[in-house]
């Protein structure tokens, strides 16, 4: 029974002292010691392992430290641990580093069985120092805290203490927004914004900053938002006086920074501008009606408004005009002509043209244009014009009245007959003749034109061009005697026709 009791110790003894402790997580290292009973086992090599799930430690922090055994005899106690488990335990650790930089710190962690065996296992872990202590903290700086509506404002936040890197949430630049841009990191502490306001008022912009850490913070910025600047002009005596008299424009500002500068301009003809202080006299040149509007501009580096104001300058003096036409026995469907002129000579331009049962057939900007009329019967023809000057000014006819002028027109002619002639007759093959429509004076309504040449399939032809409205020139390739027809058209629609005979030889 002694020899038995021996050899299975000294058999358990050998399988434990080869077989050590089992390295469950690198770089753990774990060391086990002997079976230091004084009886056989008949359980499994006891072993343990050790790991640590946080991967950033720092020195002071309570670590939590998974403790996992297997073999030996269940239940196990851990030293410093006062109730026993079965297979894993969770303890707590704190580790030291009272240096600058982060340094390696080994622990061992031994265990028993509940048959009197022990192992040890340790653990190698990376300890930071303790960092130090430094307030989480954020300030709004903006260009302008005191914008004008619609003025763009850029906002700046920086950041400072806390733990980098650092978040934005919850930004708001402000109530009444035409424009926000979203708040950005612009560098590793600063973070940019832009916005513009369409209400007056006190806006307050602000955000919430967080830290890699868990660390928040919150700051904000309050801005005056003020109405938009603004510029106005008034007219003394008048905005209308008689032209030769001076109209004194003045402007006042509001909302602006600093003073802004005033600008007066005007595309205007026929005025001079001359300054009287902070005011402006309009004199015109001449004693002409005119209508000047004049733009007014108030600016800084920053700001700016505008208006302008309308100033009618008017004239006793008329520019007497009359609307005429050129004398004749006109029909139906021909055209006449018809223009303006002034007692006085000046050149005038047609700026309207309008005629009963007429259709214009120039484009207006001339003295003259002519109508073409499409029936009989009196017709009202009314126009305006105006007389232009070298300065770039005009002055209407009659102060801008409508002018008019009346006319008989006569009925056209039913009746639309043509001769036909060819020239030289004969010619040959090839050559070029005149082919021509002869119209009987008053025939036809209007211009009449030749719109088709015919003659026999075997005549081989070509055309060269109209000669004029009733003519034109061709060729036939073949000899012999061989039939003309023309087709003529007048500018009322009536057709006729007329034939001849042409020989080539």
């Known amino acids: 029974m002694f020899t038995q009791r021996v050899l299975s110790i000294v058999v358990s003894l050998t399988f434990l002292l080869l077989s050590g402790c089992k390295i469950e997580t690198p770089p ?81 962690y031994s265990i028993s069985d509940n048959s009197g065996n022990s192992a040890s296992c340790q653990l190698s872990v990376t300890v930071y120092p303790i960092p130090p202590v430094s307030n989480l903290a954020c300030a709004f700086s903006v260009d302008d805290s005191t914008p004008s509506m619609g003025e763009l404002v850029n906002f700046t936040v920086t950041v400072s203490g806390g733990t980098a890197p650092y978040n934005s949430s919850q930004y708001t630049p402000g109530t009444n927004t035409n424009f926000s841009s979203a708040l950005t990191s612009s560098s590793s502490t600063t973070f940019s914004s832009s916005a513009n306001y369409s209400v007056a008022g006190l806006k307050t912009a602000s955000v919430i900053i967080s830290d890699s850490a868990g660390a928040q913070t919150t700051c904000s910025q309050v801005l005056n938002v003020i109405s938009a600047p603004s510029v106005t002009v008034t007219a003394s005596p008048s905005a209308s006086v008689p032209a030769g008299t001076s109209i004194t424009l003045s402007a006042t500002t509001a909302n602006f920074g600093i003073s802004p500068e005033i600008t007066f301009s005007t595309t205007s003809g026929g005025v001079t501008f001359s300054a009287v202080g902070s005011s402006i006299v309009v004199s015109t040149v001449d004693t002409f009606s005119r209508t000047v509007v004049v733009d007014v501009m108030a600016s800084t580096a920053t700001q700016q408004a505008t208006t302008s104001i309308t100033l009618n300058f008017t004239s006793s003096q008329t520019l007497n005009c009359s609307l005429t036409h050129a004398s004749g026995y006109y029909r139906a469907g021909e055209s006449v002509r018809f223009s303006v002129s002034a007692t006085t000579g000046e050149v005038l331009s047609l700026t309207s043209l309008s005629a009963q049962d007429g259709t214009i057939i120039d484009s207006l900007g001339g003295s003259s244009a002519r109508i073409r009329f499409s029936s009989s019967g009196y017709k009202n023809v009314s126009a305006t014009a105006r007389a232009l000057y070298s300065d770039g000014t005009f002055r209407n006819c009659n102060g801008g009245a409508t002018l008019t002028n009346s006319i008989y027109i006569y009925s056209a002619p039913v009746n639309l007959s043509c001769t036909a002639i060819t020239s030289p007759n004969y010619s040959y093959p090839g050559n070029l003749f005149l082919v021509k429509a002869q119209v009987p004076s008053g025939s036809g309504v209007g211009t009449v034109s030749l719109t088709q040449i015919q003659t026999s399939w075997d005549a081989i032809t070509s055309y060269s061009y109209h000669n004029d409205a009733t003519s034109s020139y061709m060729a036939i390739y073949n000899t012999g005697i061989f039939p003309i027809v023309l087709t003529v058209r007048d500018a009322a629609g009536n057709t006729a026709t007329c034939s001849t005979f042409h020989t080539v030889y």
Request: proline share 2%.
């Open 28 to 108: 753990l290292t774990i060391t086990v010691s002997g079976n230091t009973g004084n009886t056989a086992s008949t359980s499994s090599q006891l072993s343990c392992a050790v790991q640590v799930q946080d991967s950033y430690i720092i020195a002071g922090e309570t670590v939590p430290i998974l403790l996992q055994v297997t073999g030996g005899t269940a239940p196990y106690t851990f030293s410093g641990l006062l109730n026993s488990f079965n297979s894993q335990v969770t303890v707590s650790d704190i580790f030291a580093n009272n240096g600058t930089t982060s340094s390696q710190v080994t622990r061992t």
